[in-house]
T-cell receptor, first 113, second 114 residues
Framework: EPEVTQTPSHQVTQMGQEVILRCVPI?????FYWYRQILGQKVEFLVSFYNNEISEKSEIFDDQFSVERPDGSNFTLKIRSTKLEDSAMYFCASSADNLNGYTFGSGTRLTVV | AQSVTQPDIHITVSEGASLELRCNYS??????LFWYVQSPGQGLQLLLKYFSGDTLVQGIKGFEAEFKRSQSSFNLRKPSVHWSDAAEYFCAVGLMEYGNKLVFGAGTILRVKS
């Protein structure tokens, strides 16, 4: 079964530092997403990406966040200057067309200290 | 605004008993509905989804869900719960017109007692 792969599984960073979370979506998928889940809370949408541009973003996804698909396989989320409240599990997802085949990765747990 | 409500934060059932987890959504158009399961510290596994057609959908691990448009509900059921079903369950609505984002409910934590 095809998988969405996220690295690293855990990341600890100092407040104010930049962090890049990496994802390898399923190879024939066209739509890519980032979500986050603060400990004990619901899963929240951050951003969706299609055809090399952002198609939708939430209020959470401010100027500190950016996404990129630097090559044909990776999809990254960058947080420029991390804050304590950015500590969360970050999930990458991809889908084939629209909502078909929507698959989540196993997540990166980000801890900002 | 689109929203998903899971009214039960925690549910405890005995092993072998039946289970129903409730989900209500608020959305003006035809909904695309999902149920995901998450074990502690793990990712989100898709149990089942409803896009159209038969309103009773079958999923993995013996789960099923019924879409009821008149009640704006998509409740998850299992006839006989196993201890390994203990996890957190999330209902979500998919919004194609908003970049295919999923809006999740707050989740229901299922505890199974032996």
């Amino acid at each position: 079964e095809p998988e969405v792969t996220q690295t690293p599984s855990h990341q600890v960073t100092q407040m104010g530092q930049e962090v890049i979370l990496r994802c390898v979506p399923i190879s024939n998928h066209l739509y890519f997403y980032w979500y986050r889940q603060i400990l004990g809370q619901k899963v929240e949408f951050l951003v969706s990406f299609y055809n090399n541009e952002i198609s939708e973003k939430s209020e959470i996804f401010d100027d500190q966040f950016s996404v990129e698909r630097p090559d044909g396989s990776n999809f990254t989320l960058k947080i420029r200057s991390t804050k304590l409240e950015d500590s969360a599990m970050y999930f990458c997802a991809s889908s084939a067309d629209n909502l078909n085949g929507y698959t989540f990765g196993s997540g990166t747990r980000l801890t900002v200290v | 605004a689109q929203s998903v409500t899971q009214p039960d934060i925690h549910i405890t059932v005995s092993e072998g008993a039946s289970l129903e987890l409730r989900c209500n959504y608020s959305y003006g158009a035809t909904p695309y509905l999902f149920w995901y399961v998450q074990s502690p510290g793990q990712g989100l596994q898709l149990l089942l989804k409803y896009f159209s057609g038969d309103t009773l959908v079958q999923g993995i691990k013996g789960f099923e869900a019924e879409f009821k448009r008149s009640q704006s509900s998509f409740n998850l059921r299992k006839p006989s719960v196993h201890w390994s079903d203990a996890a957190e369950y999330f209902c979500a609505v998919g919004l194609m017109e908003y970049g295919n984002k999923l809006v999740f409910g707050a989740g229901t934590i299922l505890r199974v007692k032996s």
